[in-house]
């Protein structure tokens, strides 16, 4: 992955609460963050994550910024090389690199401006299976077989998006985001975006029930920015999770639905309440009318420190399959007490058993996670999630669509190397343990843990 210089972009200082008054803060000095406006809004670019989202104003960002003529822009990106263990009967080893690069423009109009974002990763050299990350699912490694125990690849076209806003009265805006590939308005920040979990190089296994929606293929949100810190959006977004060929760019859908309304209280908050409904969103689904109806709510906080920042993010979400009528087919492989369905690709599922899909399974997933840096070389992160899973099992397997509570907690430290230079090289280990049921104890080997050891290179001063 291409790496590009940069120069960090700390804090802005200038909201104060609900007020909008500019205002010192914690006796930090303002730096570039403050002197360049949001892209959906009359508010310091701070506040802007991923997507649409906001995160709180006094939150890092690490970038650098350059301009010509009326245009601002800015890069940032990561890369990861990671050496990953994950214990116990369904665990295995691998090497693998996870990152991204983004570029970000910004101009001004006459009443308002326009911009745009391009996010690329070359995470789909991984392969298409993934890595190692027990008690994770969702997607496919070929389109037949659904991943269990792995994290997929992202696609590699993470985000190609264009920006417009509209100044109004009274400090407020309208604004309007598309994309050929985006982040449609549910959920926080995206978990590599966010300061709370960027530090960490594997991905929640609560990931798709809280922003498994941030790479949609095809987005369109429109919003409203109230004076005080409030947002209020609604867009239209393919609900189809990418399917396994990572390297091509799909074509744009808008076939779901999603609202978000998002608030910060204070320069050091930002509080998010989103509700979707996605359109048979998992690929093997596809033909069966199993929509799923996906309610998030999260909470971050950020406190610059003396010499460092911590933030933490509380988040909760809740996914509820659309319930449907289905015929009994006769596969050998399922008990007799369990009934199966074909999808379009022709894979049998098992429909209903205990907790299976005609029972309108209902999944919850609850994660907090924490990331503390100290100076310029130190930074400690954590990570806890209990999540409801219903895909631990392949499809021909009765206990498939069986829901079980798992939880998976993470704790970690990077060591940002004294280096002179606008890349950052870091080095960091997490060490994972893992909770399942008595009753899978046999499958997953008692308690079972994770070992991540990393290399870092970051976009920084």
């Not at 609460?17 to 701070?46: C, I, K, L, R, W």
């Not at 979400?317 to 007490?337: H, M, N, Y």
């Not at 400690?380 to 509570?405: C, G, M, N, Q």
């Not at 060490?431 to 991540?452: E, F, H, R």
Request: aromatic share 8%.
């Amino acid at each position: 992955m291409l790496l590009v210089s940069s120069v960090v972009t700390q804090a802005q200082e200038t909201s104060s609460g609900s007020t909008g008054q500019t205002v010192g803060a914690h006796d930090h000095q303002p730096t570039a963050g403050a002197d360049h406006a949001g892209q959906f809004g009359p508010y310091a670019m701070t506040r802007d994550a991923s997507g649409t989202a906001w995160q709180p104003d006094s939150a890092p960002m690490s970038g650098h910024h350059f301009g010509s003529g009326a245009w601002q822009f800015m890069t940032h990106g990561f890369v990861n090389a990671v050496y990953g263990d994950e214990s116990g009967p369904r665990g295995s080893r691998d090497t693998f690199g996870t990152g991204m690069l983004m570029l970000m423009g910004r101009r001004s109009l006459a009443h308002g401006s326009m911009g745009f974002r391009f996010m690329l990763t070359g995470e789909p050299a991984m392969g298409p299976a993934g890595y190692p990350l027990l008690l994770q699912t969702g997607e496919t490694a070929d389109g037949v077989t659904p991943l269990v125990d792995r994290q997929h690849p992202h696609d590699m076209l993470m985000e190609l998006s264009g920006t417009w806003s509209r100044s109004l009265a009274n400090g407020s805006s309208f604004f309007v985001y598309a994309g050929l590939a985006g982040e449609p308005p549910i959920g926080p920040a995206a978990f590599m975006h966010r300061g709370s979990g960027r530090d960490n190089p594997l991905a929640p296994i609560g990931h798709h029930v809280l922003d498994a929606t941030h790479v949609a293929h095809g987005v369109v949100t429109v919003g409203f920015v109230a004076r005080g810190g409030v947002k209020i959006e609604a867009g239209a977004f393919n609900g189809h999770e990418p399917d396994e060929r990572r390297w091509n760019i799909e074509a744009p859908r808008l076939n779901s639905f999603a609202g978000r309304l998002t608030v910060n209280p204070h320069r050091d908050w930002s509080l998010q309440w989103s509700l979707a409904h996605l359109d048979e969103p998992e690929q093997l689904h596809r033909g069966l009318g199993l929509d799923v109806l996906l309610m998030t709510a999260s909470a971050t906080y950020n406190r610059q420190l003396p010499s460092g920042n911590w933030q933490t993010t509380l988040a909760w979400g809740r996914s509820k399959r659309d319930e449907i009528p289905l015929p009994v087919l006769s596969i050998a492989t399922i008990t007799s007490d369990d009934t199966v369905e074909t999808s379009a690709t022709g894979h049998p599922h098992v429909v209903s058993a205990t907790g299976a899909f005609g029972q309108s399974p209902i999944q919850r997933g609850v994660l907090i996670e924490s990331a503390a840096t100290v100076g310029r070389r130190h930074t400690l992160f954590t990570r806890y999630e209990r999540v409801a899973k219903d895909e631990l099992f392949a499809p021909a397997d009765p206990r498939h669509a069986t829901i079980y509570s798992v939880g998976r907690a993470t704790a970690g430290y990077v060591f940002d190397l004294p280096l002179a230079g606008v890349v950052r090289p870091g080095i960091g280990l997490s060490a994972s343990l893992i909770t399942v049921p008595s009753d899978l104890k046999s499958v997953y080997g008692g308690s079972p843990w994770g070992l991540a050891g990393f290399l870092r290179l970051r976009l920084d001063q």
